[in-house]
């Protein structure tokens, strides 16, 4: 089973539904791996698209990216996403998720050349954001090791705290820490460790429901020393509407 690790993907392919609010079972009655499977399990839109603008905010300064990104599920579990920046220049990045093995990506400058992402590459910043190429990818749940270490609060919300330790798989992050709304399993925040020490972790805030679904319209990563954030905002969404297949082909990148 495949969870999305960010705002950008699982704004649009694991929101959740207002049916979903009822109460969560007392702290320790499942376990980590089962909470993530009710997470992985809730309700989800077959295709979705949305516009968004990123704030990067570096050294005093933030600069402004706009795009449009399109998903869609794909039977067996997988997924395909593309990203359209719109301004300030004209960059695709194209997303594969496979349910058994690592996604493939690749990224279309405004040249017009298409490159891989190779996976030594995707622990770089995405667009010069605090985003990285992984964070764009989805994460199959069999790859890791689940564990309930607690509880904590996150934007205000009461959380189960579910740590997912990485398998021998080659990945960025060695370990994650997942804060998931005891009231519906929503995740509100992630902590994204590497080399054994907390890096950045990224937060879900201002929750609407837009058709029926709950959607997180900004999300905010954020450097845990404090040296810069990026903001995630949603300008607007449309679920469960119809998108070619044909947009989500490599070939169809230029």
């Known amino acids: 089973m495949k969870i999305r690790l960010v705002l950008l993907i699982s704004l649009l392919m694991l929101t959740l539904t207002l049916m979903l609010l009822l109460a969560a079972p007392p702290l320790f009655a499942m376990s980590g791996r089962e909470i993530m499977e009710k997470s992985e399990d809730l309700p989800r839109a077959t295709t979705a698209a949305a516009k968004m603008l990123m704030k990067i905010h570096k050294g005093g300064r933030v600069i402004e990216k706009e795009f449009i990104i399109q998903t869609k599920q794909l039977e067996?579990?997988?997924?395909?996403?593309?990203?359209?920046?719109?301004?300030?220049?004209?960059?695709?990045?194209?997303?594969?998720?496979?349910?058994?093995?690592?996604?493939?990506?690749?990224?279309?400058?405004?040249?017009?050349?298409?490159?891989?992402?190779?996976a030594s590459g995707r622990g770089k910043p995405f667009v010069n954001s605090h985003f990285y190429y992984e964070d764009l990818t989805a994460v199959d749940i069999d790859d890791y090791q689940f564990e309930l270490i607690g509880e904590g609060e996150a934007a205000g919300a009461p959380c189960y705290r579910v740590e997912a330790l990485n398998s021998p798989e080659e990945r960025v992050y060695d370990k994650l820490v997942f804060y998931v709304r005891r009231s519906d399993f929503f995740v509100q925040r992630i902590d994204f460790f590497?080399?054994?020490?907390?890096?950045?972790?990224?937060?879900?805030?201002?929750?609407?429901?837009?058709?029926?679904?709950?959607?997180?319209?900004?999300?905010?990563?954020?450097?845990?020393?404090?040296?810069?954030?990026?903001?995630?905002?949603?300008?607007?969404?449309?679920?469960?509407?119809?998108?070619?297949?044909?947009?989500?082909?490599?070939?169809?990148?230029?």
């Open 194 to 254: 590497r080399d054994g020490r907390l890096e950045k972790y990224l937060e879900n805030r201002r929750v609407e429901t837009i058709d029926g679904i709950l959607t997180p319209c900004l999300a905010v990563m954020t450097r845990a020393d404090g040296k810069g954030h990026t903001e995630l905002i949603l300008k607007g969404v449309r679920y469960n509407i119809e998108i070619d297949s044909v947009k989500f082909e490599k070939a169809a990148l230029r």
């Open 76 to 118: 067996g579990g997988a997924d395909k996403a593309l990203i359209s920046f719109i301004r300030p220049t004209k960059l695709k990045l194209l997303t594969h998720s496979h349910k058994e093995r690592p996604d493939d990506q690749w990224l279309c400058l405004s040249s017009g050349r298409i490159k891989r992402v190779v």
